[in-house]
Each structure stands twice: as structure tokens, then as C-alpha cells.
């Protein structure tokens, strides 16, 4: 149910023609009232004392903001099969960076599955090359979806690579959580929604005006 949710939450604006910046701020406001009013009335403290977890803290959100801007930015070249299962390989990076952070070892039979997700991811990011060369590839013919930017495969590939390698930004910001100590999930995603107010709020301005896209509206 957890992922249907998740998924909706970002085809629903997608489908409305929303930037991925305004979905951002919105994504953050809520994010930042659910946390604060489940610490309030847990009466649990939402600070960090720490100067070096709270470092680690900004870079591993950092990193997780830029995945999701990249991840709604996506939708509107990539279909959604291919969008989400780039989305959904940030645990193969994970298993990778693990290594070489921590040296957690990967038995054979891991490693072999390991290489056949890699290989499957790099097929979905070259996907559209490929189809090209196949004889051609139009997302209408297989798509509703009528907010697609482009079709030309060269741009498709592109946005594919930069959110394939946002998405290895996401597994180290995984990787990195461990560094955060004795913090809980509701402390982490309460500083994360700050974060995602104040950059989504700062590239505002140039979202809103570009008119490609929609305001948010119901």
C-alpha cells in the first residue's frame, strides 16, 4: 500500500502538469506538519546536538531532495515503467557503496544477482536508443500520458543517466545514515522537509515563471 501511495504521489501532479519544484514545496510542508505535530505529541525532541551528525545529516538530505526533484523531473520524458525502475535500483548502489564505506561483503549468489540488475538497469537507461534502432519508439502509441517534453532518444537517455546517477546519490544517502547515530526516522525526514522548503523555495521563482508547466490547482 506503502508504494502504491508513494507512486500516486508523484503521477497524480505529474498528470496535472505541476513543476517538480512546486510539488516540492508541497511535499515538504506536509512532510514537516506530519513530523512536528507526531514529535509534539510524543513529546520528543526534533534537535540535533551533534555538529558532526547534523553535518552528515545535510549532505545525506541533500542528496535524497535532488533524487526526488530528479525523479518528478523524469516523469515528464521517461515512461513510467522505466522512471520507476531506475527509481527502484537505489539498492543496488546501496550494496555497492556498503562495500566500499564499510566492507560489507556480498556472497557469490549475491554478487551474480547484483551484475543482472546492473545490466538490466543500463538496458532501461539505453532503452530508448535501443528501440530507435529497432524501428522506432512513440510513447503516445503506448502512453495517455499527454505531458511528455520530448521524444527525441538522445534526450531521453540523458535524463535517464542524470537520474540513474541521482539515484546513486540516494543510495549513498542510505549508506550515510549510518554515520547519523542514535537519531530515529521521524528526526531525520523532520530536518529533511526544512531542507526541502528552503532549496525548493529559492528555485521557485524560476519554476513559477517558466510556462511549460501548471500552478498547483486542485
Not at 510539488?23 to 505535530?37: D, K, S
Request: with cysteine; glycine share 8%; net charge positive.
Amino acid at each position: 500500500m506503502g508504494s502504491i501511495l508513494y507512486s500516486a504521489g508523484f503521477i497524480y501532479p505529474n498528470e496535472r502538469k505541476t513543476h517538480p519544484i512546486a510539488t516540492g514545496i508541497a511535499r515538504g510542508v506536509i512532510l514537516y506538519a506530519l513530523t512536528y505535530l507526531y514529535g509534539y505529541f510524543k513529546g520528543m525532541d526534533l534537535t540535533f546536538k551533534s555538529s558532526r551528525t547534523f553535518k552528515w545529516l545535510i549532505i545525506r538530505n541533500i542528496l535524497m531532495i535532488f533524487q526526488a526533484l530528479c525523479f518528478s523531473w523524469s516523469m515528464y520524458y521517461l515512461p513510467l515503467p522505466i522512471a520507476f525502475t531506475i527509481n527502484a535500483s537505489s539498492p543496488l548502489f546501496v550494496a555497492i557503496l556498503d562495500k566500499i564505506f564499510y566492507g560489507i561483503e556480498l556472497n557469490k549468489k549475491q554478487l551474480v544477482w547484483l551484475i543482472f540488475a546492473f545490466m538490466g538497469v543500463i538496458l532501461t537507461i539505453n532503452g530508448q536508443g535501443l528501440m530507435e534502432i529497432l524501428g522506432g519508439y512513440n510513447q503516445s502509441k503506448v502512453s495517455s500520458f499527454e505531458n511528455y517534453l520530448s521524444q527525441d532518444p538522445t534526450i531521453l537517455a540523458f535524463v535517464a543517466g542524470v537520474f540513474t546517477l541521482s539515484t546513486c546519490g540516494h543510495g549513498l544517502g542510505v549508506v550515510l545514515t549510518k554515520k547519523l547515530g542514535d537519531i530515529n526516522s521521524i528526526q531525520i525526514n523532520h530536518m529533511q522537509s526544512i531542507k526541502v522548503i528552503i532549496i525548493c523555495s529559492i528555485l521557485a521563482p524560476s519554476a513559477f515563471a517558466d510556462p511549460t508547466y501548471n500552478r498547483i490547482t486542485m
